[in-house]
């Protein structure tokens, strides 16, 4: 044990390479046939394994001394095609240790780090429970379903010193970087409004279904956990959890975190002074959704707005984009996306700042997976992309735009009591109900 911290201390070569969710070529689990010695192992421990918890698996292992222990997934059936596919490229699973409770495999004392990658629900009480183990955790976005719960994922990493790095992982690709260098120079002229968009025609909620026994090899119970008890329903299950309000916050949350973060780091922003959200069930009033599927919310700031408009089942988005962001200055917009980013000139500018298309240049999950494994070695918090604090800023965000939308008002922030003005709503919305016997331990 004491070789392995002197190891994660060290610096080493790490590697990139391309994001692979579901098809996995051999060379990038390498890794597994290196001849490391067990004691200069980094050791992975994964829970959630059937979406981006799988995805940050893939990118973990293509870095030169991790190792993947163990597993944990409630169903039986993911975890037996994910081991499938590792031996498919040639490596060794048989010593993967599986598991269907999170708290097992934070027992095996051999690993260091953890990866979640559960429906959002989950997040909060996983990334605590894994702090008190000892343990470093890399926690999908966004990291809580609530606003109390982010502060106290923040509370938990700083009692239990732990490294914990948010999965928002545009924060490691460069061109993002660039436009935001563009941005900062003022070249943009003053920025009055910064519109967010996410229209994404692939998305859509299942249809109506009746309830139904859990399939054969799923923990339902434990799928649960936190959330209210209710009877199995296909339609609200893996990938579909994000259009109900138990478990997720839709669109708002899956993907507003990852754009309306890089919308306030553009504009040097913390909080909003106040929030008003409409929108609807309008694209698919027939099929299974909670949350809107069809989104406009406005967030006020000093100096400045920011509109958020989010669309399932369609792609045609603002400049020809079914995702971004625009800064709209007086002598320019910036508009950026996971593609690249360019400056659009405004015609009446004497200011000549038209900047063509800057592609993106890397592959920012594996980027953020090198960040994350060089911080858990230097033990420099302050060199993590995007540390819990950072996730917990954006992820509250999304939530008040949630909360607005819910409670049907305008909401007003107090920054200095970190609470809504209104005391209803902070009763009811700050934060999720637990269910069946589970709490958030005091910290």
């Given at each position: ?225 936190p959330a209210a008890t209710r009877p199995f329903n296909a339609s609200r299950f893996h990938f579909h959890f ?105 015609k009446q500018s004497k200011n000549k700042i038209a900047h063509p298309l800057e592609q993106k240049m890397d ?81």
């Amino acid at each position: 044990m004491h070789s392995r911290k002197k190891f994660l201390q060290q610096s080493s070569l790490l590697v990139g390479g391309g994001l692979l969710v579901s098809a996995i070529p051999a060379e990038a689990f390498s890794i597994f046939k290196n001849r490391i010695a067990p004691s200069d192992q980094l050791n992975i421990g994964a829970i959630g394994i059937n979406g981006m918890g799988w995805a940050n698996v893939t990118a973990a292992l293509k870095i030169p001394g991790v190792k993947l222990l163990a597993v944990c997934d409630v169903d039986q059936n993911v975890i037996d095609k994910r081991l499938k596919e590792l031996a498919a490229t040639g490596a060794d699973v048989s010593g993967i240790k599986q598991y269907k409770d999170y708290r097992k495999l934070l027992d095996q004392k051999e690993i260091d780090a953890v990866i979640i990658g559960t429906p959002d629900h989950w997040h909060a009480l996983i990334m605590i429970h894994a702090c008190q183990a000892g343990k470093d955790v890399y926690v999908e976005k966004p990291v809580g379903n609530s606003i109390m719960e982010c502060r106290a994922m923040i509370a938990a990493q700083k009692k239990y010193n732990r490294v914990v790095q948010a999965g928002q992982w545009q924060r490691s690709q460069q061109h993002f970087a660039n436009a935001l260098d563009m941005v900062h120079s003022g070249q943009l002229g003053n920025i009055r409004t910064v519109k967010v968009w996410c229209y994404q025609g692939w998305m859509r909620p299942q249809p109506v279904v009746p309830d139904s026994a859990p399939p054969a090899g799923v923990d339902y119970k434990q799928w649960l956990g936190p959330a209210a008890t209710r009877p199995f329903n296909a339609s609200r299950f893996h990938f579909h959890f994000r259009w109900f309000w138990d478990y997720a916050g839709g669109l708002m949350t899956d993907w507003g975190v990852h754009l309306l973060d890089y919308a306030l780091l553009g504009m040097k922003a913390s909080v909003p002074k106040t929030i008003v959200a409409m929108g609807g069930r309008f694209a698919y009033p027939d099929l299974y959704e909670e949350t809107p599927d069809t989104l406009t919310t406005l967030y006020e700031f000093d100096g400045f707005n920011l509109v958020w408009d989010s669309a399932m089942g369609i792609d045609n988005g603002s400049y020809g984009r079914d995702h971004g962001i625009a800064f709209i200055g007086n002598n320019g917009t910036l508009v950026l996306d996971r593609g690249g980013w360019e400056v659009i000139e405004e015609k009446q500018s004497k200011n000549k700042i038209a900047h063509p298309l800057e592609q993106k240049m890397d592959n920012g999950l594996d980027k953020h997976w090198e960040n994350f494994v060089a911080a858990v070695k230097s033990r420099k918090l302050e060199n993590l992309h995007c540390s819990i604090e950072e996730g917990a800023k954006i992820a509250t965000v999304a939530q008040m735009g949630n909360i607005a939308f819910r409670s049907n008002k305008k909401l007003s922030w107090d920054k200095a009591t970190a609470q809504f003005t209104d005391a209803a709503i902070n009763k009811q919305y700050l934060m999720k109900h637990y269910h069946n016997g589970y709490a958030l331990p005091k910290l």
